[in-house]
């Protein structure tokens, strides 16, 4: 909001107020997570369909998400710009499947994970739909209306405690969720994709890292995704240890593992972001 709202008429003014918009766009992006979603787990394994679905949803929120900045918030859509964008989605790529493969190397040490073969290559293609799905669509959600539209309000700070704990509890809402792994949610991946939006104040590498974790754990290594069905992957993997460690039946979100290695990289990128001066103030400090 550039404009001084006196100059604004009282309906775009109400439009503008924060949790406004916060219900406006984020309702229907909901929506289409729902929609998409279901649409896969009523057609699983038909690749072909759930993918087309999945894209057919992306670009419908992408489509409200952009007629939203331009007609309400009044605003280009800096954090989906072109350039970077494919540096960025790399380094997300990269981070995600890093992060992934060393969680299970260090289980691979600790004698708690083992390969007890390998499925056809063809197995690395029913995850396709579902990680594009939750890469894209649910990044625009909590990341692109509910971390930047708090941090516009409330500050850098309040908007990752929020963003970060809606994001780990609604995962609460999977067949095999619980307390723990939601928790160990919102600190991990909430803190790691806040910061590396924080950092470029772009998506792209949200989106990335988002894409590339569920990936690695369901489509490679075979894990459960954040307490979702276990899907076979590439790998046939033999996982037994304590759950604080491997994760149980919630997935490797659950563990201190993933913890621990995940928190770190994110604080990296929090420290990054501090650095480049890219910490808003709430809205109280910033008129003084």
């Not at 007609?71 to 960025?88: D, F, N, Q, T, Y």
Request: hydrophobic share 55%; proline share 5%; glycine share 10%.
């Amino acid at each position: 909001m550039n404009d001084d709202t006196t100059e604004k008429p009282i309906w775009l003014q109400i439009l503008q107020f924060p949790p406004v918009r916060l219900l406006l766009l984020g309702v229907p992006l909901f929506y289409c997570i729902g929609f998409s979603n279901l649409f896969m787990s009523e057609n699983k394994g038909q690749t072909v369909p759930a993918t087309m679905a999945a894209l057919g949803m992306i670009a419908l929120a992408l489509g409200i998400y952009f007629a939203f900045a331009r007609w309400i918030e009044r605003r280009e859509v800096s954090e989906l710009a072109l350039p970077g964008m494919v540096k960025e989605i790399g380094i997300g790529l990269l981070v995600g499947a890093g992060l992934y493969t060393g969680c299970m190397l260090i289980l691979w040490a600790l004698g708690m994970f083992r390969i007890d073969g390998f499925n056809p290559i063809s197995f690395l293609i029913p995850a396709i739909a579902s990680t594009i799905s939750a890469g894209f669509l649910e990044e625009l959600l909590f990341r692109g209306v509910l971390f930047r539209i708090v941090e516009e309000w409330l500050g850098s700070w309040i908007s990752i405690i929020v963003s970060s704990a809606v994001f780990g509890f609604v995962h609460l809402a999977n067949p095999d969720a619980t307390f723990i792994g939601a928790l160990f949610i919102s600190v991990e991946a909430g803190l790691l994709l806040a910061a590396a939006y924080m950092v470029t104040r772009r998506l792209w590498m949200s989106i990335g890292f988002h894409l590339s974790w569920n990936y690695t754990q369901s489509a490679i290594f075979g894990g459960i995704v954040s307490g979702g069905i276990a899907e076979p992957g590439l790998i046939k993997p033999i996982l037994e240890g304590p759950d604080l460690l491997t994760g149980g039946q919630f997935g490797l979100e659950a563990s201190l593992t993933a913890f621990v290695l995940c928190t770190t990289a994110g604080v990296i990128l929090l420290v990054m972001a501090v650095r480049k001066g890219n910490i808003i103030q709430p809205f109280w400090a910033a008129k003084k």
